[in-house]
Structure formats: structure tokens, C-alpha cells
């Protein structure tokens, strides 16, 4: 298994234990998601996505407020992180 499908679980496993999470470990797991997702980007050679743009401003937003965001928000985002990594994964391993 890779490092990426392993964060993609873990993604997960945190969007369905929400309740275990503090807000640091959100915040924590939402950059990590960032940096994640603009690495892999950048290795796809895909530019100019104003959607791939708005998915990161959405989880940063999300990261920065994770004190003050409703569980199921941060859910939303955690799966939403997840769903864009399996994307990209997918992608780059055709690619190889």
C-alpha cells in the first residue's frame, strides 16, 4: 500500500470518528491534505484547474476555522481531501 492510499485511509477514519479529533488534529490532517494535493498536481503537469483552486481554498478555509466548524462541515472536508487525492492517484498511476 502506498503512503498516499494510506492517508487517503486515514482521511477517512478520521471523517467517520470525528468526535475522537481535536481541532488541531483537523487543521493538522487539512495542510497535510493541502500539501498533498498541490505536490501531486504539480506532478500530473495539469495547470490552470480553477475547480483544483477553489478545492484548496475550500480546505484551507476549513483548516483555519477548524475550531468553529460544525462536525459535519468537517467531515465534508475530510472526505472532500480524500476524494481529491484518490483522483490524483488515480491519475498518476496511469500515468506510470
Given amino acids: ?3 498516499t492510499t494510506d492517508f ?5 477514519r478520521a471523517a467517520n470518528g470525528i468526535e475522537k479529533l481535536t481541532h488541531y488534529e483537523v487543521s ?3 495542510d497535510l491534505s493541502i500539501d498533498t494535493i498541490r505536490d501531486m498536481w504539480r506532478q500530473t503537469g495539469v495547470t490552470g484547474i480553477h475547480s483544483a483552486r477553489d478545492v484548496l481554498i475550500d480546505l484551507r ?3 483555519e476555522r477548524a475550531r468553529d466548524l460544525p462536525p459535519e462541515q468537517v ?3 475530510l472526505i472532500d481531501a480524500a476524494d481529491v487525492l484518490r483522483s490524483l492517484k488515480i491519475v ?3 500515468n506510470e
Fill in 1 to 3: 500500500m502506498s503512503s
Fill in 8 to 12: 487517503i485511509a486515514e482521511l477517512i
Fill in 28 to 30: 493538522r490532517l487539512l
Fill in 61 to 63: 478555509l476549513s483548516s
Fill in 75 to 77: 467531515r465534508d472536508a
Fill in 92 to 94: 498518476l498511476d496511469h
